[in-house]
Every structure is written in C-alpha cells, then in structure tokens.
T-cell receptor, first 114, second 111 residues
Framework: EAAVTQSPRSKVAVTGGKVTLSCHQTNNHDYMYWYRQDTGHGLRLIHYSYVADSTEKGDIPDGYKASRPSQENFSLILELASLSQTAVYFC?????????????FGPGTRLLVL | GQQVQQSPASLVLQEGENAELQCNFSSTATQLQWFYQSPGGSLVSLLSNPSGTKHTGRLTSTTVTKERRSSLHISSSQTTDSGTYLCAIDYTGANTGKLTFGHGTILRVHP
C-alpha cells in the first residue's frame, strides 16, 4: 500500500508569517502534488513535481512556493501567510502521472491563519 | 476554465439501497478518477475509468466519453459507504496527472 505522510497535521500561523508544509512518500513515485481544499471550492492543485529539483505550477500557485529536494520529499512554502490561505492541504503521489495512474493522498494538514 | 459537475450534491439512502452518482465534464478527458473522502477527511482512489465500464467490488463506473459523462454505481449500500465521492479529470491530454476535481456528492447511508 502506498504511503504518503504529511507534517504537521495541523498548524496555526499568523498573518505575514512563513509556513512550511512537508510531505514524504515511501512509494518510489516520481510525481507529487499539493492540493488545497476549501468549502465551496473543492480540491484545487497548487503545485506539482515529476522529478526531484523541479516543480511546476498548478491551477492556483499564487502565494505558494514548492520545493522537491529529493524523490521522497515535497514541501509547500507560504512565504507570507494570509487569511485566505486557511484551508486543508493535501499532498499526493503517483507513479507515472499518466493514464489510469492512481494518486495516493496523505492525511492532510489543517492550516489556520490568524 | 475546465469544470467538473457532480450530481446530486447529496444523497440519503437506507442501508441496502443502491446509489447512482453522476459526473459531467466539459471537454475531452484523458484520465478520470473517482475518489472517496471519509467523514474524517482522508482521501482514497476508488477507481480510474476514462472510458467504458469498470467494476471493483460493489462499485461500477461507466464513462461515455462522447457524452462527457461518467457514473458511479454503488450496489447494496452500507453505512460505511457514507462520505463524499469526488470525480476528478485530467484535461491536459499530456498525462501530467493534473486533476480537476468536482465538488463531490455527499452520501449518507442510514442503518
């Protein structure tokens, strides 16, 4: 079974502060993704990566940076957290990113920005 | 932008009844996946079905690509099926795994 872990599981941050969310997978997967989930918007893709040391913008990248230092690790960075970034953040990984490939999700990180 | 429309928004069943969930998408989909989100928030992939019919356990998905729609049929529902069912589409045509999600159907199964 694929294993994707996220840390922290929840966080309270102050407006303007820096937040780093971490994701680790032990599946030997090439593709990794960061999504946010909000009431009214569903799940939306922020950034993704298909190889270490490279990241790509998703559908809503503004206000977020991503870092993929190794195949196993993928971080999401909020340099200047804002109230609108309060959400649940999910990391996912997949083997090929392609046709019929399954994405395996982490448990999510609940972020509250005050 | 590309959209994924799911219906109904919510559905209440008695245990043992069948459920039919719908997903409509706005253009050609190279990948279509159905996900289950538990009441606690965890997400798992149920099946991938960009075209045709697929079965797994009590789940059957039928995707008619030309009509841009997919359905998920849950037979003999159980209380543990309660949660949110999400349809997700890869519109890029480039096998990037970039998924666009619908807002989901909330299913409640009563004993």
């Amino acid at each position: 079974e694929a294993a994707v872990t996220q840390s922290p599981r929840s966080k309270v941050a102050v407006t303007g502060g820096k937040v780093t969310l971490s994701c680790h997978q032990t599946n030997n997967h090439d593709y990794m993704y960061w999504y946010r989930q909000d009431t009214g918007h569903g799940l939306r893709l922020i950034h993704y990566s298909y190889v270490a040391d490279s990241t790509e913008k998703g559908d809503i990248p503004d206000g977020y940076k991503a870092s993929r230092p190794s195949q196993e690790n993928f971080s999401l960075i909020l340099e200047l957290a804002s109230l609108s970034q309060t959400a649940v953040y999910f990391c996912a990984s997949s083997g090929l990113g392609g046709y019929q490939d399954t994405q395996y999700f982490g448990p999510g990180t609940r972020l509250l920005v005050l | 932008g590309q959209q994924v429309q799911q219906s109904p928004a919510s559905l209440v069943l008695q245990e043992g009844e069948n459920a039919e969930l719908q997903c409509n998408f706005s253009s050609t989909a190279t990948q279509l996946q159905w996900f289950y989100q538990s009441p606690g928030g965890s997400l798992v992939s149920l099946l991938s079905n960009p075209s045709g019919t697929k079965h797994t356990g009590r789940l059957t998905s039928t995707t008619v690509t030309k009509e841009r729609r997919s359905s998920l049929h849950i037979s003999s529902s159980q209380t543990t099926d309660s949660g949110t069912y999400l349809c997700a589409i890869d519109y890029t045509g480039a096998n990037t795994g970039k998924l666009t999600f619908g807002h989901g159907t909330i299913l409640r199964v009563h004993p």
